[in-house]
């Protein structure tokens, strides 16, 4: 059975450069739309969103540059980007995202 989504954030999402090394887990994911997801490491950076494309969930990597203009594509998950994911369980999109690419 999924894990349920994340509860309201016990912390402050951030929207800005992430400071290097390994991300905080578990990842959060915060509803922004009824097709978007917003997904958090568990201190609050932004990292990336989860958008359903045509039935599946995909991780959209997003970063910021310095000036904390949104870099689609890009930042700390990069290599994850357009991972697809056929539910929105929390734990495995956590556990996919900060693993290996899969």
């Known amino acids: 059975m999924p894990t349920p989504l994340s509860a309201p954030p016990t912390f402050a999402p951030t929207y800005g450069p992430v400071p290097p090394g390994p991300l905080a887990g578990p990842l959060r ?9 917003a997904v958090h490491t568990a201190t609050g950076a932004h990292v990336g969103s989860l958008k359903q494309v045509g039935g599946v969930w995909k991780f959209k990597a997003m970063g910021y540059d310095a000036a904390g203009r949104m870099e689609p594509g890009h930042g700390p998950l990069t290599d994850q980007h357009n991972m697809p994911f056929a539910t929105l369980d929390a734990a495995e999109v956590s556990a996919r995202l900060l693993g290996a690419p899969g």
């Open 29 to 37: 994911l915060l509803p922004v739309s009824a097709g978007g997801m």
